[in-house]
């Protein structure tokens, strides 16, 4: 599938995060894969890897030069989603902020729509 704009946000933040840690697996091709997955408390559950690009995804391409793999049913429901990274002591890692969520879990790792 052809490289298209970012409909799904990221902050600087989450950005940097995801760049470092695709430097550090050094691996030609990998990417960040997102996508959503049927579990968690409130029915669907985010999923985030690194991982090469598989044969229908939709490739999007971030500013830091990597690109990021959504399946084509994930990104129905990842479609304007802003990802965010919070590290520190109570940092919580990558957060996802979905505009698509109508409920969401205490943990906001799962959600409903």
Do not use: H, W
Not at 44 to 62: H, I, M, S, W
Not at 67 to 94: A, C, E, H, T, W
Request: charged fraction near 20%; proline fraction near 4%; hydrophobic fraction near 35%.
């Amino acid at each position: 599938m052809s490289v298209q704009s970012m409909p799904i946000l990221m902050t600087e933040v989450a950005r940097t995060e995801v760049k470092r840690l695709l430097e550090e697996k050094n691996q030609d091709g990998l990417g960040l894969r997102l996508g959503v997955a049927g579990g968690g408390c409130s029915g669907l559950t985010y999923k985030l890897d690194f991982t090469l690009q598989e044969p229908g995804d939709n490739v999007l391409e971030a500013e830091e030069g990597f690109r990021i793999f959504v399946d084509p049913k994930s990104l129905l429901y990842l479609k304007n989603m802003q990802v965010d990274y919070q590290g520190g002591l109570n940092g919580k890692g990558f957060v996802f902020n979905n505009p698509n969520a109508q409920n969401t879990c205490g943990c906001g790792e799962s959600f409903s729509v």
